[in-house]
């Protein structure tokens, strides 16, 4: 079960706006990430469509009926269609580069993808980063203001709460961006496996394999996205 205590939004401050802001320029680019996937979907599943109609199968003569239909149709362009495999030549060219367009969109999405998430890791060092620093500044607090006889119990006592807010709202981000980008890591990886196996080869059982895990997207917690998108402001 997922316990991920989210970050009070009454606590401010200038740690509180670094912590808050990278989680929301990680979170945007989650957002663009997901764009991306959606428009890689989209090439794959023209990619399946135009491969199906490349290898689609001759027309069978063996039903009684097709039979009857070519044979009452047995003009010179009739008999050239089905002598040429149900082919016309300037489709298979269009349908070739259609292809070729297809592939070489998906390489570019794998390249955009992948440079998403050499973001998404920076930003995670970032707050990394801070939630050190935040810790750091909690046991500072805690050794100096009890140390020091000039300030009230009180006093001391709402710095070191002050301290533990900004430590307990920095490590829910930190925690949370890390299962994020663990997820659309794996993501990534399903997606340029799926890329680099594509062929004209590729069976069709095979593609609408790909098609479906691509959409279900199986390495996404939801309840983990929920939450992430909860955080934000």
Not at 110 to 129: D, M, P, R, S
Request: aromatic share 6%; with cysteine; proline share 3%.
């Amino acid at each position: 079960m997922l316990v991920v205590q989210l970050p009070p939004p009454e606590v401010a401050g200038e740690d509180e706006s670094n912590s808050r802001g990278v989680f929301v320029e990680f979170m945007t680019k989650v957002a663009q990430f997901n764009e991306l996937v959606e428009s890689g979907e989209r090439l794959l599943g023209r990619f399946r469509e135009e491969l199906e109609y490349f290898r689609r199968p001759q027309i069978s003569k063996e039903a009684d009926v097709m039979n009857q239909i070519l044979k009452s149709n047995c003009t010179v362009r009739m008999r050239s269609y089905i002598e040429t495999g149900c082919r016309v030549h300037c489709q298979n060219i269009s349908n070739i580069n259609q292809l070729s367009s297809c592939e070489n969109g998906l390489k570019d999405h794998i390249k955009k993808v992948k440079t998403l998430l050499e973001e998404l890791e920076c930003l995670v060092e970032n707050v990394y980063g801070i939630t050190l620093t935040a810790s750091l500044s909690a046991l500072e607090v805690s050794d100096s203001q009890c140390l020091d006889s000039m300030l009230s119990t009180d006093r001391c006592s709402v710095e070191e709460d002050r301290s533990a807010d900004r430590l307990d709202r920095d490590v829910s981000f930190a925690t949370v961006m890390v299962m994020v980008r663990n997820a659309l890591k794996a993501d990534y990886t399903m997606q340029e496996k799926i890329v680099c196996a594509l062929s004209l080869k590729t069976p069709s059982s095979e593609l609408e394999g790909y098609c479906l895990m691509w959409n279900l997207r199986p390495y996404i917690d939801d309840d983990v996205m929920r939450l992430a998108w909860k955080m934000c402001p």
